[in-house]
């Protein structure tokens, strides 16, 4: 039994707490997810059937958000790749901002709406350039020899 089947049987306020959304709109995102998949061009749906269903790439995606789980650990217990994982949680993330039904308003909207008593903000970590060696930057080691 998979990690999809378990939670199909929980009751509204669990599946809640569990997942982090709720079941209806759950439903939405998978129904994004999955017409994105469909509209994919079919050569990039060749080769292998993909062990994941579309079902639990969200969840693993809701699941690396909401908790901030190491890839690794989403890996194993998925039994998946870290790549396959990785790759995952951008194709869900992008797929959802690309559809616009869960996009927060602008800056400028923002600023002008008096209502808004709390903002959240997203610290999750972003890929960085990694600095890149030279000559100039090293310091070369003298070789004794061994005698």
């Known amino acids: 039994m998979n990690i999809y089947e378990k939670t199909i049987k929980l009751n509204d306020e669990d599946f809640k707490e569990i997942i982090g959304v709720k079941r209806t709109t759950f439903d939405v995102m998978v129904k994004i997810l999955k017409d994105a998949y469909d509209a994919r061009p079919r050569k990039w749906r060749g080769g292998r059937k993909k062990k994941l269903s579309v079902e639990e790439q969200l969840m693993l995606t809701l699941k690396y958000s909401r908790r901030y789980i190491t890839q690794k650990a989403l890996a194993f217990e998925f039994g998946v790749g870290e790549a396959t994982v990785c790759d995952t949680i951008k194709w869900v993330e992008d797929t959802l901002i690309k559809d616009g039904t869960f996009s927060l308003p602008g800056k400028k909207t ?17 890929p960085i350039k990694r600095p890149q060696k030279n000559s100039g930057s090293t310091i070369p080691a003298k070789r004794k020899s061994t005698r």
Request: glycine content about 0%; aromatic content about 0%.
């Open 110 to 126: 923002l600023l002008e709406d008096d209502s808004i008593e709390a903002v959240l903000v997203d610290v999750t970590e972003c």
